[in-house]
């Protein structure tokens, strides 16, 4: 890996599990109850960082033009109208398929996802400044587009891992093997947004809607049902994939 990649993960992994971990001890001692003005900064704080970790890494070691072309990246939000109504209906396809096969159950009303937006735009959306608008084209500079998508989601993935130890946390009550399908699974449409938009604020909006709609339609973290989830987003990937190739082998002809 480079030297830019090392130092993001570095610098991510390092802060984040230091701010989750000591959330994780503090409850798992009793000292915090989750779900408190503390804990639910002290959460918030350690999602963001892959942003403003990239975001400081960025302003350190580019030019100003490439600070200001990235950060113009992150804040544009001038795309067709098309592209919302397919990154939105990608989502909620994403979360509501599920319950088809016994994967998720609708608990709330659907404006629900709607009225949190704003919210998850912090708890979660922010986070592809750096998995999405960073560590993904980065890896592509190497690999190609299917094997940066896995290395990507395995690395979402396993910067997850000290919320399974913050007592009273949602992924208390998952299934470790369903959030990594369903990382992966997430990371191949992650991947076919960013592949024919390149938009880091797309990505924002995919991910802030899968998180809202995820309120809506709660999963049921079977196995089963996380493969499932990965096997559709991965024929879908393979599809768009497919014909961004073929696409572009008709524009150098």
């Not at 994403?94 to 629900?112: D, I, K, Q, S």
């Not at 704003?118 to 560590?135: C, T």
């Not at 009273?168 to 992966?184: H, V």
């Not at 797309?202 to 089963?224: A, G, K």
Request: overall charge positive; proline content about 4%; charged content about 10%.
């Amino acid at each position: 890996m480079s030297v830019e990649i090392r130092r993001f993960l570095f610098l991510t992994f390092a802060t984040s599990w230091f701010i989750w971990g000591g959330l994780a001890l503090l409850t798992q001692l009793n000292l915090l109850k989750f779900g408190s003005a503390v804990s639910m900064i002290l959460f918030i704080l350690g999602g963001v960082t892959p942003a403003f970790c990239e975001i400081w890494l960025k302003k350190k070691y580019s030019t100003k033009e490439e600070f200001h072309s990235f950060i113009h990246n992150i804040k544009n939000a001038k795309h067709p109208l098309s592209w919302y109504i397919f990154v939105i209906g990608l989502a909620f396809i994403a979360c509501f398929l599920p319950t088809l096969w016994g994967g998720a159950v609708m608990e709330e009303p659907l404006y629900l996802a709607f009225i949190e937006l704003p919210i998850m735009i912090i708890g979660g959306g922010l986070e592809e400044i750096g998995w999405r608008g960073f560590l993904q084209p980065t890896l592509q500079k190497r690999w190609s587009p299917l094997l940066s998508t896995f290395m990507v989601g395995a690395i979402w993935t396993i910067w997850h891992l000290p919320l399974w130890f913050v007592v009273g946390s949602n992924q208390m009550n998952m299934n470790f093997l369903w959030f990594t399908l369903t990382a992966l699974a997430l990371s191949f449409l992650l991947t076919v947004i960013y592949l024919f938009t390149n938009s880091i604020f797309l990505c924002i909006i995919f991910h802030t809607f899968i998180n809202s709609f995820w309120d809506v339609f709660i999963p049921v973290t079977s196995v089963t049902s996380g493969l499932w989830t990965f096997l559709l987003a991965f024929l879908l990937f393979t599809i768009f994939e497919a014909y961004r190739k073929k696409s572009f082998r008709i524009v150098r002809t």
